[in-house]
């Protein structure tokens, strides 16, 4: 059986031939490893291996995890759906949230974001292929969103998110991922200071980075296969 630390540097190679390959800087791209549905005990393994930002879908079992892992200096993402009842607890827990799509959330995130932490770190989610009952702002609505968070006085936007349908062809991943990749230099253009585009999990990796993806999120890659949840 391979190791997680093992397959974190299999991952972490994967990211450097990317990189490679499209002449990027390995050190662009930040790995987010998605423990959710996994223990405490495997997120240490991973510490220990030297990873530092984790991703969680679901909150409520995300905020048990961070309260048993308090003693390592690690940065929890928030990478799950949103719903207002679960603002607060985010903006007390986590240190970013990937999954804004709607001011409402983002106004609750700012008003609840406790004084003593630092602001919290936020990605627009966007709806890059306009897939049907999905989650994510249109794109023809992200840079009035941006604006509009951007002055949010608890929040600091970092940039965009997207989780694409799954597609097996490279070149039809490459091609929605470059769609984000021109969505997110319009927002800079327009003048925010945004630095992270969050795209690429395990099976879409090299075509993340080669559109230019600053943070892929993997989970089964590094954890292996997740438990269905009931
Ligand atoms: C589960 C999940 C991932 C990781 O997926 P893998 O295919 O296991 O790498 C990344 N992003 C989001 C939003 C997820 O829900």
Not at 31 to 53: H, I, M, N, Y
Not at 95 to 116: F, G, Y
Not at 143 to 166: Q, S
Request: aromatic share 4%.
């Amino acid at each position: 059986m391979t190791t997680i630390p093992a397959k974190l540097q299999l991952v972490h190679e994967r990211i450097a031939r990317a990189c490679a390959q499209v002449r990027r800087d390995v050190n662009e791209v930040t790995l987010l490893a998605v423990s959710k549905t996994f223990g405490p005990d495997v997120v240490r393994e991973a510490s220990a291996a030297g990873q530092k930002a984790f991703g969680e879908n679901y909150i409520q079992e995300a905020v048990e995890k961070i309260d048993l892992l308090r003693d390592l200096p690690l940065e929890w993402h928030c990478i799950g759906p949103i719903q207002s009842n679960k603002t607060r607890l985010v903006a007390a827990h986590f240190d970013w949230a990937h999954t804004v799509d709607r001011l409402k959330i983002a106004q609750r995130l700012s008003e609840q974001r406790p004084p003593e932490l630092p602001a919290l770190q936020v990605c627009l989610q966007v709806n890059i292929d306009g897939g049907a009952n999905k989650s994510g702002v249109a794109p023809a609505e992200a840079l009035e969103l941006a604006r509009e968070v951007a002055r949010l006085p608890r929040l600091k936007l970092r940039g965009l998110m997207t989780i694409p349908e799954p597609q097996d062809d490279p070149a039809a991943q490459k091609a929605v991922h470059l769609r984000a990749a021109a969505l997110f230099d319009e927002l800079r253009d327009a003048g925010l200071a945004i630095d992270t585009l969050s795209m690429g999990m395990t099976a879409d990796l090299e075509a993340a980075v080669a559109a230019g993806s600053t943070m892929v999120r993997i989970g089964s890659a590094i954890f292996g296969e997740r438990p269905a949840r009931p």
